[in-house]
């Protein structure tokens, strides 16, 4: 989906301030908001909360269980930020089980996201949309419109993912939203290497379980090539 949206600055979207960006699993931060995150660590700085362990991709094999595959995962995620820009001190590890966000301690989730949203001055909150189909993104952004209440000068955007592949119609469901696309070409780049360091989901680690997720070709090219999409959220 190449959109034909208002084009904005990568400062714009920041506020001229330290952003915080929430992925559902380890990949998201760089498939969705990866160049603006290499914007982001060049200036005002950002940080990245993963809100899941990404252990339940390839729950078939024996090689890889969930534990030892979300300790890989989670080494991905540093190369992937270090990539774009930022050092492995720019993530937090919440770790909760992948596929499973939704039964966990939400209020000691959002406390989580405050506290690291107080201490970095945080203007501007980046969450995946709720029109995602997978319930780790549904389940994150119900928790980020908690940040933003418990919060009340926050500013809350959402940036699809799943979404933005598998629903043609995406941009009119969100139309009343005024979404807006950011141009990548300048992180292209470092956007690029930092989706290759999800190494996991692109097929190269796991060798086990063919069933097991991968990520389409299709997809990589399209999110490393295309503008990022975001909206404000309601």
């Not at 290497?193 to 190494?199: K, P």
Request: proline share 8%; glycine share 8%.
């Amino acid at each position: 989906m190449t959109p034909d949206l208002p084009r904005v600055s990568a400062e714009s979207l920041t506020g001229g301030a330290p952003i915080v960006v929430l992925a559902p699993h380890p990949d998201d931060e760089s498939l969705g908001c990866g160049a603006l995150l290499a914007h982001a660590f060049d200036n005002h700085g950002a940080h990245v909360i993963c809100m899941t362990d990404g252990g339940g991709s390839h729950p078939g094999s024996t090689d890889w269980p969930a534990d030892r595959l979300a300790a890989m995962r989670w080494q991905e995620l540093s190369h992937a930020i270090v990539r774009l820009g930022g050092m492995p001190t720019d993530m937090t590890w919440l770790g909760h089980p992948d596929g499973w966000l939704g039964l966990q301690d939400a209020d000691r989730i959002v406390a989580d996201i405050v506290a690291v949203c107080h201490d970095r001055g945080v203007q501007h909150l980046f969450a995946p949309a709720p029109e995602d189909h997978h319930e780790d993104h549904r389940t994150t952004a119900c928790i980020a419109q908690r940040v933003a209440l418990a919060m009340p000068d926050l500013t809350l955007f959402s940036y699809p993912v799943w979404s933005r592949w598998d629903d043609p119609d995406l941009l009119d469901h969100v139309a009343d939203r005024h979404p807006v696309a950011l141009e990548s070409a300048a992180w292209r780049a470092r956007k690029v290497l930092a989706i290759a360091a999800h190494r996991t989901q692109r097929g190269l680690v796991v060798d086990d379980d063919p069933a097991g997720f991968r990520l389409p070709q299709a997809f990589i090219d399209a999110f490393a090539t295309e503008p990022e999409i975001f909206w404000r959220a309601a």
